[in-house]
């Protein structure tokens, strides 16, 4: 079982509609939570970050996570082509090791 | 603002030879992430640091080996290089290891 597991791609969404990207781990010592983008020959960008269960919203993105579970999701709302890139879940423990997802690529059709 | 800054950009090599990839951040951060992607996967974790001086192995570091004497630059270095090293590694920092990561650009090795 790998440690972080994301959603397998690719997720296709029409514009206007709602993107949502799933993710499970296994260390249940992991204290924080991201979801990355990255475009095609580029680095990752921070979208959102998470410590505390429950929801966090910032504009069109909402994390949600879920410790008893082992679960994080991103969702994306009013999706825009320009949202289409690789999403990329990451779980850090507190010591600083970070594990990251394969990624997920979104396509967002006009 | 320059942030974490990775050289070269670009670099091919042959088999066996060695080389270190530099990794400079000026946001005076105490976690420096060296990172593996090859294409079509996530990011593996090769070498990590926690602050000058202290590193620790990640989930891929044979064939790697880093050193941090100070907390701006966190070097890369591959011995003996081998086709199975061609990728693309990233340099991240973050203040402490709850915090998110800032990231360079990237270097794309070949080795052939």
């Known amino acids: 079982q790998k440690e972080v597991e994301q959603n397998s791609g690719p997720l296709s969404v029409p514009e206007g509609a709602i993107a949502s990207l799933n993710c499970t781990y296994s260390?249940?010592?992991?204290?924080?939570f991201f979801w990355y983008r990255q475009y095609s020959g580029k680095s990752p960008e921070l979208i959102m970050f998470?410590?505390?269960?429950g929801d966090k919203e910032d504009g069109r993105f909402t994390a949600q996570l879920n410790k008893a579970s082992q679960y994080v999701s991103l969702l994306i709302r009013d999706s825009q082509p320009s949202d289409s890139a690789t999403y990329l879940c990451?779980?850090?423990?507190?010591?600083?090791?970070?594990?990251f997802g394969d990624g997920t690529t979104l396509t967002v059709k006009p | 603002n320059a942030g974490v800054t990775q050289t070269p950009k670009f670099r091919i090599l042959k088999i066996g030879q060695s080389m270190t990839l530099q990794c400079t951040q000026d946001?005076?951060?105490?976690?420096m992430y060296w990172y593996r992607q090859d294409p079509g996967m996530g990011l593996k974790l090769i070498y990590y640091?926690?602050?000058?001086?202290?590193?620790d192995k990640g989930e891929v570091p044979n064939g790697y080996n880093v050193s941090r004497s100070t907390t701006e630059d966190f070097p890369l270095r591959l011995e003996l290089a081998a086709p199975s090293q061609t990728s693309v590694y990233f340099c991240?920092?973050?203040?402490?290891?709850?915090?998110?990561?800032?990231f360079g650009d990237g270097t794309r090795l070949s080795i052939l």
């Open positions: 990451a779980v850090n423990t507190n010591a600083g090791k970070s594990t």
């Open positions: 946001m005076n951060h105490n976690y």
């Open positions: 260390d249940r010592g992991s204290q924080s």
């Open positions: 998470i410590y505390s269960n």
């Open positions: 640091s926690v602050g000058a001086g202290i590193t």
């Open positions: 991240a920092s973050s203040f402490q290891g709850s915090q998110p990561q800032h």
